[in-house]
C-alpha cells in the first residue's frame, strides 16, 4: 500500500479544521452532502440500520483508506453513518477543494486510486467469507480485518488488542450476537483469543490467520486464564504459550488441530 495519502497531505495543512469524535460519536453524511470526510487518526465504522432493526456495518475506514465522499454515503435506500469506533481525528473538506487538491498533486490522485483498489480488494474478501458456513471461520476473518484497521500491540505480551464489543464483532461479521459469542468462546477454547470486558485479544495472529483459510492448526494451544493488561494483579497467563494435547480439545473443535 502507498505511504503518500490524502491524510498525510490534510494532517500537514493547519489552515484545515479538525473534528474529533469520542468512542460511539457519529456523523450523518445527509447533513454534508458536498463535502469529502478523511479520517487522520482512528477508526470510522461505516454502518447501516436495516429492516429488522440491527446495525450491519460495510466496512471500517481509517487514515489509509483514502476517504469518503457524503453525496455517496447518503444516497442509497439506506443511508450510511459514520461511527467512531475509537478515538478518532477527522476533516472535512468541501468537494471542489479535494478536487483541486487532486489537479495539482499528480501523485496524491495516483496514490489515492491505489487506496480505492485496495478498499474494493478488502470488500471483495470480506464477501468472500460471509460464505463460509461456519460462523467460526467468518468471526476469525472479521477479527483478522479489524486487526489491520485497529488493533493495538500489548505492551506485556506479543498480541493485539480489539477495544470492540461483541455486538460491534456481530456488526460487521454479519451474524447474531449469540452466534458471535459462542465463536469467540469456540476461539478462545484453541487459545487463539483472549476475552475480556469490551475487549478482546489475539493471542496469536497467524494460527488466527491458518484457522480463518480453513487450514488446520499445528497445536491447540491452552486458554490464557488472565489479563494483566485489564487485571494489573493478574499473573501473565497468555505468554508463553502452553500447548494442550488434543485429546482435551472437545470434540465440536478437533477437526481443526491435527491430530
Known sequence: MSTYTLTDVLANDARIPRRKMAVGATLLPHTFPDDVIAVLDGALAVEVSLADGDVQILEVVGPRSGMLRGRSLAAANRPARLRALVPTTV???????????LEADGRLACSLADQLCDRAGELRERLFARNARDARLRVA??????????????????????????????????????TVNRALRDLQALGLIHLEHEMLCVLDRSALQTFAQGGQLKHAR??????RFAHPAAPLSCHPPNFIPVTLVSLALRRFVEQ
Open 91 to 101: 476533516v472535512r473538506l468541501p468537494e471542489a477543494e479535494f478536487l483541486r487538491l
Open 141 to 178: 476473518h472479521s477479527l483478522l480485518y479489524l486487526l489491520d484497521k485497529i488493533g493495538l500491540a500489548c505492551p506485556l505480551a506479543p498480541g493485539h488488542r480489539l477495544p470492540l464489543s461483541q455486538a460491534t464483532i456481530a456488526a460487521i461479521t454479519g451474524v447474531a450476537r449469540q
Open 222 to 227: 491452552a486458554p490464557a486464564e488472565s489479563c
